[in-house]
């Protein structure tokens, strides 16, 4: 079975843009997870959508969001990017039933200058 | 809210050695308990996790972990380490309701030959 996609790999941006970021999760897991990983601030949560619906939210500014497409694909974008949004960003899907065990993609990382 | 510390932010110790990598946390609620790796320039991979049952938890690549409900802790330990061991390890907890994973501050384990 495949693992958890993510797209791009790499990613650099200037300050203001926004970026769209892509994870696929292993099939058959309808739940996809978001962190962002930086040197200073380790693994942060994001969001997590289930079913096309966002169940829960970290504490970061709107400037992050979210979807989940049907076939449970899900996307993240970023606007307005700053200096501090330099980071890897993972995905990850979730096993259904009550394992809460969470399968990681390799992160995309980005870069913004 | 959860939070997790990992003692140790990096862990030198010769091949063939063992080791114990600590992890605490801090919760109102009962939790789920996880340990991850992450190898340079990829995702995390999960190594072992609690949920719940036997306190010692066995996971891949010889480690395992004991979970100690009166200490609210989380020790990884492995009886002998190989160069390929060399790698981040983060400690993470859930709580069984919630669908993120808080994690720790990562401790880096260095191999040395």
């Known amino acids: 079975k495949a693992g958890v996609t993510q797209t791009p790999r790499y990613l650099i941006k200037t300050r203001g843009q926004q970026v769209t970021l892509s994870c696929s999760p292993i099939s058959g897991h309808r739940s996809v997870s978001w962190y962002q990983q930086t040197p200073g601030q380790g693994l942060q949560f994001l969001f997590e959508y289930f079913s096309e619906t966002q169940r829960n939210k970290g504490n970061f500014p709107g400037r992050f969001s979210g979807r989940q497409f049907s076939n449970s694909r899900s996307e993240m974008n970023v606007s307005t990017l700053e200096l501090g949004d330099s980071a890897l960003y993972l995905c990850?899907?979730?096993?259904?039933?009550?394992?809460?065990?969470?399968?990681f993609g390799p992160g995309t990382r980005l870069t913004v200058t | 809210a959860q939070s997790v510390t990992q003692l140790d932010s990096q862990v030198p110790v010769f091949e063939e050695a063992p080791v114990e990598l600590r992890c605490n946390y801090s919760s109102s609620v009962s939790v789920y308990l996880f340990w991850y790796v992450q190898y340079p320039n990829q995702g995390l991979q999960l190594l072992l996790k609690y949920l719940s049952g036997s306190t010692l938890v066995k996971g891949i690549n010889g480690f395992e972990a004991e979970f100690n409900k009166s200490q609210t802790s989380f020790h990884l330990r492995k009886p002998s380490v190989h160069i390929s061991d060399t790698a981040e390890y983060f400690c993470a907890v859930s709580d069984q309701g919630a669908q993120k994973l808080v994690f720790g501050q990562g401790t880096r384990l260095t191999i040395n030959p």
């Open positions: 990850a899907s979730r096993t259904p039933g009550s394992s809460y065990e969470q399968y």
